[in-house]
């Protein structure tokens, strides 16, 4: 038998189910406020361009307007993939922040370095019934952020760390 098989890893595939976190994406809410955002404003921009360079520079011109309006469409899509790529999971003593297309990233905060979970929600966001949480630990740069999610499981993925940050800490 070669070596360096898959025969050979010594693991079974149920073993190596029993190891990978349980991933849960963002709502599509998310996807779908940041979609309209885009459309809204480069369509605002597409339109305000226009009329500027047809009335100033003549209609030949009006047609460089059409640049924002091909930025709908790769940002639609690039908007898409962004949002697929986001992802958390809850392991026994910390938490996993998956995120990222072309550089993907990965931020594992331990439950008994959290200092503060916030949720916050803006007025955009509020409007699309979208929350944010908000980690902060004690070193800056391991500060993570969960966009996007619905206010019932931002609240109770609040209320989960801040419950297991503080049995965590208590230890050390």
């Known amino acids: 038998m070669e070596t360096g098989s898959p ?4 693991t079974t595939g ?16 998310l996807l779908r406020m940041r979609r309209l955002l885009l459309v809204v404003w480069l369509g605002l921009l597409t339109v305000g361009l226009g009329l500027l360079l047809g009335l100033l520079v003549g209609p ?3 047609a460089f307007a059409l640049l924002p309006a091909a930025l709908i469409v790769w940002g639609w899509v690039m908007l898409g993939r962004n949002w697929r790529s986001w ?13 990222g297309v072309l550089w993907r990233e990965e931020t594992v ?8 979970v916030e949720v916050t929600s803006g007025p955009v966001e509020r409007h699309f019934g ?19 999610l619905d206010p ?8 989960r760390l801040t419950e297991l940050g503080e049995a965590r800490s208590a230890g050390l």
């Open 7 to 10: 025969q050979n890893t010594g």
């Open 14 to 29: 149920d073993e190596r189910a029993a190891d990978e976190p349980g991933w849960t994406g963002l709502p599509p809410g």
């Open 60 to 62: 030949g011109w009006a």
């Open 87 to 99: 992802r958390y999971a809850e392991r026994a003593d910390d938490l996993l922040i998956s995120r």
């Open 109 to 116: 905060v331990p439950y008994g370095r959290m200092q503060l």
């Open 130 to 148: 979208l929350a944010s949480v908000q980690l902060h630990t004690a070193a800056a740069a391991t500060d993570a952020t969960i966009p996007g």
């Open 152 to 159: 019932a499981e931002a609240e109770r993925l609040r209320d």
